[in-house]
C-alpha cells in the first residue's frame, strides 16, 4: 500500500474528507528558566481537554478551517500510531521495557516524523528546506520562533528532536506521556530547589540528545519574532551551552487561508553563548539574529512562490 492510498484510508476513518494524493517537493535552495511556559501552552491544552472545547477557547478568533486543520492535527496522530507510525510505537515500547533509554527515544523521535509527513500531505503543503540542515546530535539548545498549533508536527518532521517543556504538561496524561517518550525534559520552575533539579537534569540530557526551545515562550500567530523571555537565553548563557537557531515561515497561512500552504525552514547558525559578556548582550544577539534572518527568509520564500507561479501560468 502507499503512503498516499494508507492516508486516505486513515482519514476516511477518521471522517476527514481528503482529495487526491500530492507528490510534496522538498526543495534545496542553496545560500546563506522559560520556554513555552506559559499556563495557555497549546500543546497541552488540547490534550488535557475537549477537543471542541479547546477549539472555542483557544482558537475561537480564527476561521473553521484553521480550527478544522488543528484538530484533525491531533486525531490523526490516533490513526498513526496503529498504521505507519505502529513499527516505531512498538520499537519503543520494546526498548522501553528492556531500559534502552536511547533507543526507546529515538524510535518515538522517528514516529514523530512520520506525523509531520502526514500533516504535510493532508494539508497539501509545499514544503521547503532552505540550505543544509546540521542539527547537532546532542549539546545544543535548538532555539526556533513559536508560531502556531502546527509548529509541532513539523518540527518534529525537520528538526527531529525532544523538546525542554514546563511543568504544567504533567496536567496533561497524554502529552506528557508523548513528550517523555521522545526523551523530553521538563524543567520544574516553581521551587528554586526544583529549578536547581532542573538544570542538574538538562545539563546530563545534553549530554546524549539537543532540546528543542521556543524563547518566544508562547504562540505568536504571527511571522514576526517576538520578544524573548529570558529563562532559557539566561540558562544557556550561565551554562556555557550553545544554541542553535532554525526558523520556519508561511504557518500563518494555515491561519488565513483554505488552501495553497507553502512552508520554509532554514537553520540559521549555530552559536556560542561564551562569545557574550553577559545574558542580556547574548539576548540582543539572539533576537536581533531571529528577527534578521526571519525577514530575509519571508522574502526568500516568497520569491519562491512567485517564481513557481510564473513556471505554472
Known amino acids: 500500500m502507499s503512503f498516499a492510498q494508507g492516508m486516505d484510508r486513515a482519514l476516511s476513518r477518521l471522517r476527514i474528507r481528503s482529495g487526491p494524493a500530492d507528490r510534496f517537493r522538498v526543495a534545496s ?7 513555552s511556559f506559559s499556563k495557555n501552552d497549546s500543546l497541552g491544552r488540547l490534550f488535557s481537554m475537549n477537543p471542541l472545547k479547546f477549539m472555542e477557547s483557544r482558537l475561537g478568533r480564527f476561521s473553521k478551517s484553521y480550527r478544522k486543520i488543528v484538530l484533525k492535527t491531533y486525531l490523526i496522530t490516533i490513526v498513526l500510531v496503529f498504521s505507519f507510525a505502529f513499527p516505531s510505537f512498538v520499537a519503543g515500547l520494546f526498548f522501553a521495557l528492556i531500559g534502552n533509554q536511547k533507543r526507546k527515544n529515538a524510535a518515538f523521535l522517528k514516529g514523530s516524523a512520520v506525523w509531520g509527513d502526514a500533516i504535510r500531505w493532508m494539508t497539501k503543503t509545499r514544503f521547503f528546506k532552505i540550505g543544509e540542515f546540521q542539527i547537532p546530535p546532542k549539546g545544543h539548545m535548538i532555539f526556533s520562533n513559536h508560531v502556531n498549533e502546527l509548529d509541532f508536527p513539523y518540527d518534529c518532521l525537520v528538526i527531529n528532536k525532544p523538546y525542554l517543556a514546563n511543568q504544567v504538561i504533567k496536567k496533561t496524561l497524554v502529552a506528557y506521556w508523548w513528550m ?28 546524549t540528545t539537543s532540546f528543542i526551545v521556543y524563547p518566544e515562550g508562547h504562540n505568536s500567530y504571527q511571522e514576526e519574532i517576538q520578544p524573548l523571555q529570558k529563562g532559557m537565553i539566561k540558562l544557556a548563557w550561565e551554562n556555557k551551552i550553545p544554541v542553535v537557531i532554525v526558523l520556519k515561515s508561511g504557518l500563518t497561512g494555515y491561519q488565513t487561508l ?5 512552508v520554509a525552514y532554514k537553520q540559521i547558525g549555530i552559536y556560542e553563548s561564551t562569545n557574550y559578556s553577559s545574558w542580556e548582550e547574548f539576548k540582543d544577539f539572539i533576537f536581533e539574529t531571529m528577527d534578521r534572518e526571519k525577514k530575509d527568509l519571508d522574502a526568500m520564500l516568497s520569491t519562491e512562490v512567485r517564481n513557481e507561479s510564473v513556471l505554472v501560468s
Open 29 to 35: 535552495i542553496s545560500g546563506a528558566a522559560k520556554t
Open 180 to 207: 517523555k517518550a521522545m526523551g523530553s525534559q521538563v524543567f520544574e520552575s516553581s521551587k528554586a530547589a526544583t529549578i536547581a533539579v532542573s538544570v542538574r537534569n538538562l545539563l546530563k540530557g545534553l549530554s
Open 258 to 262: 483554505e488552501r495553497g500552504f507553502v
